[in-house]
């Protein structure tokens, strides 16, 4: 005999004493009877071997899992194992719980589970009194019509302090973890049986609109779902049809976290682990690939079309999607866990500066103040970190060139979407397998300045290519804008050195500095707050260089105590340009620190 505990997802709970061998699953003549899809007709054996219990998975299509780990056999038992058999957790009975539940009927009269229970006599008898019950022996039977004791063996005590609530409460999270993995496994085969179902079937697959696509591979996962019989409820079986399909066709389950408005990130550490950005704030999301397979499907379905590519020689790719989303893709060797993929989601609504101001990114004056500063074809750098809202500030600055002038964009992955009618957009390219055909950044600055540009954005230099940028600003191509990865504007100047130098070593820090100092007229710095709120937290101006040093003034500073912009008291040298005509809101904003 084998005395065990079983909880079930919905908090039901059963104990009993069952006949070993115990077969338990589907079946009406199995010891213990589940029915719930997740278990199998026949689904898991325990036998009793020298050393123990033991327990074998006889079969089943979903598994046993012991301590949260798929098993075929395993053995022999501990006090401490839990065993997960779809929506049920077993474990071997304690002499604590069996205590509890002998004081639980004695006490209050609680209806048990009918079944036999074993206990070890006390050496010595304790009288009766509150807060303890005695039995005058020791193998007793609980039953659950009369909830009465009947009472055979040696004399036995039972103390109060052994109804501890604990000793009843299995690890919630298994029989959770174990409704995912059940899932997961269940989507796993029928997007195998999909893929065999059209290769059998001969589907020309690229002939098919993605429509008659879907509808095709809806069928053939209806189909095979049917044939396994399983008791799925309608609202189940809908989400498991939709999760292979997407998953087989589309881009699995981050295509209703595309549609959400709300998420701004979608972060795919690996198959079973995603996280979003909603609201600035990072969270895991319940969602989950059935397989790695599925997650490198995903990737491949978005960067090929693209004529990107991505595999084991070449292990990263930047792409994006058609909606203008932006994906960051990175497989292994390089990723350790598994493929991952990261992605950026732009707003469909493009915002303006009216709705910087709103959102308090920065303040009316300073909007102004920066709308003027491109009108009159100043160059500016914006510098931030990762997710800071460089690229929006960037296509707002852009918004402001006049209509009459040709602007060329240039970025490694396109995604500047500038409200401008003269637009002309590069996008760097990636070598094809055989090492040949890559254009690079640079090869497109170069190639810009033969375009006829008023005007070059650069949506982020990163390397060698500030040079070719620096250049362009310094003859005749005033008013560019860039974007960069630093900490602070006095860190933007000094990355940007260094990315000069990794292209020219040959070049003298003196000359580099030169360049920077009458190129560039202004620099942004923009943050990610703690609590998810992008603003402006500096603005720099640079007025030349004095000892080999480029100098710089700061105009504005982010004040943390009252959590806004605010002037430094200086006045902008670019206020001496008679083109500058500052109004006295602007000019005291400044001045008024």
């Known amino acids: 005999m084998i005395e065990l505990d079983l909880f079930f997802e919905d908090g039901t709970r059963r104990h009993g004493r069952f006949e070993i061998p115990l077969v338990m699953g589907r079946a009406p003549d199995c010891g213990i009877q589940v029915s719930h899809w997740r278990v199998a007709r026949q689904h898991l054996r325990i036998s009793r071997a020298e050393d123990g219990y033991h327990v074998d998975d006889l079969g089943s299509i979903l598994g046993t899992r012991v301590n949260g780990n798929r098993i075929t056999r395993y053995g022999p038992l501990k006090k401490s194992d839990e065993i997960v058999v779809g929506p049920c957790l077993l474990r071997l009975a304690s002499q604590a719980a069996q205590a509890a539940a002998i004081k639980s009927v004695c006490s209050e009269g609680t209806p048990a589970e009918l079944g036999r229970l074993q206990l070890q006599p006390e050496p010595n008898r304790v ?144 198959f079973d682990e995603i996280y979003v950005e909603a609201g600035g704030q990072i969270s895991k999301h319940v969602l989950q690939f059935s397989s790695e397979q599925a997650v490198r499907s995903v990737i491949e379905r978005i960067v090929f079309p693209l004529g990107r590519r991505i595999d084991e020689a070449s292990p990263m790719v930047d792409a994006r999607l058609p909606n203008g989303s932006r994906l960051n893709a990175v497989l292994p060797p390089v990723s350790v866990k598994g493929a991952s993929f990261t992605i950026r989601k732009f707003p469909q609504k493009r915002l303006q500066m009216p709705d910087l101001i709103a959102l308090q990114a920065l303040p009316a004056p300073l909007a102004e103040f920066l709308r003027l500063c491109v009108e009159r074809r100043q160059n500016i750098l914006v510098s931030g970190g990762t997710g800071s809202g460089k690229t929006t500030l960037l296509n707002v600055l852009a918004g402001f060139v006049d209509p009459a002038q040709r602007i060329v964009t240039i970025e490694d992955c396109a995604e500047l979407l500038i409200a401008h009618p003269h637009v002309v957009t590069l996008e760097a390219r990636q070598a094809n397998s055989e090492g040949q055909g890559a254009v690079t950044i640079r090869d497109l600055v170069k190639n810009a300045l033969r375009m006829r540009p008023d005007r070059i954005v650069i949506g982020e230099v990163r390397s060698a290519e500030a040079i070719d940028m620096l250049a362009a600003m310094n003859t005749g191509h005033d008013g560019s804008i860039t974007t960069l990865h630093a900490n602070s504007p006095r860190d933007a100047l000094s990355r940007l050195e260094t990315m000069v130098l990794s292209g020219n070593a040959g070049l003298p820090l003196q000359a580099i500095r030169e360049q920077i100092g009458s190129a560039l007229k202004l620099i942004v710095q923009q943050t990610r707050l703690p609590n998810g709120r992008r603003v402006i937290t500096g603005v720099a101006e640079i007025s030349g260089i004095e000892s080999g040093t480029i100098q710089t003034q700061q105009l504005a500073r982010f004040d943390v105590s009252r959590q806004r912009l605010t002037g430094t008291g200086l006045r902008p040298s670019v206020f001496d340009d008679a083109r500058m005509q500052p109004d006295s809101a602007m000019m005291n904003w400044f001045l008024h620190a």
Request: net charge negative; charged share 25%; with cysteine.
């Open 127 to 270: 009288a009766p009194e509150s807060g303890s019950f005695v039995f005058e022996k020791g193998v007793f039977a609980l039953s659950a019509r009369t909830a009465t004791v009947e009472v055979t063996g040696a004399p036995l005590a039972v103390q109060t302090s052994l109804n501890d609530p604990k000793v009843f409460e299995p690890k919630a999270e298994l029989l959770s973890e174990s409704a995912d993995l059940a899932q997961q496994e269940l989507r796993q085969e029928l997007r195998a049986g999909l893929i065999q179902a059209f290769d059998l079937r001969r589907n020309d697959v690229g002939a098919l609109s993605e429509g008659t696509l879907k509808a095709h591979a809806l069928t053939c996962v209806t189909e095979l779902l049917d044939k396994r019989r399983l008791p799925l409820s309608e609202a189940q079986r809908s989400k498991i049809l939709k999760l292979v399909v997407d998953e087989a066709i589309g881009l699995g389950v981050i295509e209703e976290l595309l549609e959400d408005a709300a998420v701004t990130e979608i972060m795919v550490n690996r």
